[in-house]
């Protein structure tokens, strides 16, 4: 660089910036991007996106997953370099790759210079504004093989059976109903859809898998798919331009498995997914859905999917009680016992454990591991006291209670003495702007609904309006104790 801060002849002006502005200006991408597009939308797509390098121009970006690298470059390639330009002089184009991945990716130059590329006959699926997604998803892999050969069907696990699902209060018309679904000997279907929702680890997928095992022991063609991977065996044929095909392989199966059905995003894969509902429910094929929540609070899905999901029998799976999670955890230890026969947990311990976690069975069984791990690496018995280290973590961590927007809504409309409707009105007086604020504000902060969707559900109001809204919370509550107060009671309110 000169004295006069100009760069010299033939200088990368982003290798003249260093390492650690060129993390910075990525970070200020990340920002905005997060910003303009949505806290869900983001944490789908971009929150395992990071900057590896920058040479010659390109920014050379990594992912974990080849689907999630198909979905950027098909839909925010553009605009992520645009933002990144923006932010960095040099930048030049976008290269997305895989972590681990040997071949090095393609860089992605800006549109001007760019090769034009040929149109395939579909065109992609593009995201919805305020697609809503609570959690990344938890199998974002590209298809392997399983039972539905190139569907790219996730392989069922063996170890998930109707034999070890342990059965309570809180699942036993689940089970039910997921047994005589699985028992019926190429019968018409029954309760079709069969839709199951709860929260995480509480047995949803388990019983998927019980189903799938029960189906496919009878000959019968079976295909799971996760929600991610139907994504992208959809994407994927409308870009091989084998779209027909892929959906006639689809409809032409036994039995439907769909896993995680929240995290569909995508009006043209949407649209596809009732399509395939449709055919499959009116031919007599047995479909089986799970979701963390009920139908009707998909919002992010088409109106008509939802109805017909909740056509169906919709069942809910509650929360463990103590005694059903001692028999979980006995099981895990049995299980456990058989391939180390010296592991060995006392009854106060296991009692222990069983009160001490309450979130779900996926803790459960972390907990075993935790133990397992104790014994067998430092050769001590598991004691109360080495339990209480072991799980500490797990204890704290308890799953919090999940707020919805409409709560929010009519508790502030109460503690301001306005009505609900005021709130969602196009009044603006200060008696009702101020609680309306206050409203999206928690909405924000105490939910994982995207900008558009709580505009939505704040009278039909623009992503922009909500951002205001909550940035001018945030610099109040930095300013005014009181309001600070105001707005810590009625979130402990709302969380307990």
């Not at 004691?383 to 797990?394: G, H, Q, S």
């Amino acid at each position: 660089m000169r004295l006069d801060g100009s760069l010299a002849e033939g200088v990368d002006p982003v290798s003249a910036m260093g390492d650690g502005a060129v993390q910075a200006a990525w970070q200020r991408v990340k920002r905005r991007l997060r910003a303009e597009l949505g806290e869900d939308v983001f944490a789908s797509w971009f929150a395992r996106l990071e900057l590896q390098d920058v040479e010659g121009g390109i920014a050379r970006l990594t992912v974990p997953t080849r689907f999630l690298k198909s979905w950027i470059e098909s839909h925010y390639l553009d605009r992520v370099l645009a933002t990144f330009r923006s932010e960095a002089d040099g930048i030049e184009g976008i290269a997305v790759g895989v972590r681990g991945a040997s071949a090095p990716p393609r860089p992605a130059a800006p549109k001007a210079a760019a090769a034009p590329r040929p149109v395939p006959a579909m065109s992609a699926p593009a995201l919805p504004e305020g697609g809503e997604a609570e959690r990344g998803p938890r199998h974002a892999h590209p298809p392997a093989s399983g039972e539905a050969g190139d569907l790219g069907g996730a392989p069922l696990d063996a170890r998930l059976t109707f034999e070890s699902f342990v059965v309570g209060r809180s699942n036993a018309l689940a089970h039910a109903a997921a047994e005589r679904v699985a028992r019926t000997d190429g019968g018409p279907a029954l309760y079709n859809p069969l839709y199951f929702h709860a929260g995480v680890g509480l047995g949803k997928t388990h019983l998927l898998h019980a189903i799938g095992h029960a189906v496919k022991m009878a000959g019968r063609r079976v295909t799971y798919l996760t929600a991610d991977r139907f994504m992208y065996g959809f994407v994927n044929a409308l870009k091989t331009q084998n779209a027909l095909a892929f959906k006639e392989r689809l409809r032409a199966i036994d039995l439907l498995i769909l896993d995680d059905v929240q995290f569909i995003q995508g009006r043209s894969i949407q649209a596809e997914f009732g399509h395939t509902l449709n055919a499959l429910i009116d031919a007599g094929r047995q479909v089986v859905v799970a979701s963390d929540r009920p139908p009707a609070e998909l919002e992010s899905l088409d109106e008509r999917v939802r109805s017909r999901l909740a056509g169906g029998l919709v069942v809910e799976i509650g929360t463990l009680d103590e005694t059903l999670r001692a028999q979980i955890l006995l099981s895990r230890l049995e299980a456990v016992r058989a391939a180390h026969p010296s592991f060995e947990v006392g009854p106060a311990v296991a009692e222990y454990v069983a009160k001490a976690i309450t979130a779900n069975g996926r803790d459960l069984e972390g907990a075993v591991n935790r133990l397992l791990a104790h014994a067998t690496l430092t050769g001590a018995p598991v004691t109360l006291d080495t339990a209480e280290t072991a799980i500490r973590d797990l204890v704290k961590n308890r799953e919090p209670k999940r707020v919805k927007i409409e709560d929010i809504q009519k508790l502030v409309a109460s503690r301001y003495n306005v009505s609900r409707s005021d709130i969602l009105s196009e009044r603006r007086t200060a008696a009702v702007v101020k609680p309306r604020q206050i409203a999206m504000y928690l909405s924000k902060v105490l939910t994982l609904r995207s900008l558009p969707e709580i505009g939505r559900r704040f009278g039909g109001r623009d992503h922009t309006t909500v951002l205001h809204a909550v940035r001018k919370i945030e610099k109040a509550i930095g300013e005014d104790t009181a309001l600070c107060d105001e707005v810590e009671l009625l979130k402990r309110m709302l969380q307990d």
